[in-house]
């Protein structure tokens, strides 16, 4: 398979994983919980005005174009909405947001891409700095 079309998904699973996979779009899909998306191949992603936990994305070294845009995200820190600061690594939305890796929600796998669209509400936990 080389493209995956993903709309008004209930998404509960823990990983999405092709290695042949090039297009992945995903529109107002629930994420139940974090889970990962590992497409080395992948050439274009989209994950537009889903809710819930961000997934982590591995590293993807082909990606082109990139545009993320949640929505009611649960990765937001309460003491940041506030003005305040928070550096706790094991609270739930300042620390790894419970995956092992401890070092990336989004960011790590969406590095590389030539175009790059990141949205999200003020406060958002993206990735956090061991």
């Known amino acids: 398979m080389e493209a995956l079309w993903m709309k008004f998904c209930y998404i509960d699973g823990e990983k999405i994983s092709s290695q042949s996979l090039k297009e992945l779009t995903m529109i107002d899909c629930i994420f139940f919980r974090q889970f990962r998306i590992s497409a080395p191949s992948l050439v274009r992603l989209e994950i537009t005005d889903c809710v819930g936990?961000?997934?982590?994305?591995?590293?993807?070294?082909?990606?082109?174009?990139?545009?993320?845009?949640?929505?009611?995200?649960?990765?937001?820190?309460?003491?940041?909405?506030?003005?305040?600061?928070?550096?706790?690594?094991?609270c739930d939305n300042c620390g790894a947001n419970g995956v092992d890796s401890g070092d990336c929600v989004l960011l790590k796998g969406i590095s590389m891409a030539k175009s790059l669209e990141l949205v999200a509400e003020p406060g958002a936990y993206m990735y956090s700095v061991n």
Do not use: H, Q, W, Y
């Open 53 to 90: 936990k961000a997934p982590v994305l591995e590293i993807m070294p082909s990606l082109v174009k990139a545009f993320i845009r949640f929505r009611d995200s649960r990765d937001i820190c309460g003491k940041e909405e506030f003005g305040g600061s928070c550096t706790n690594a094991s």
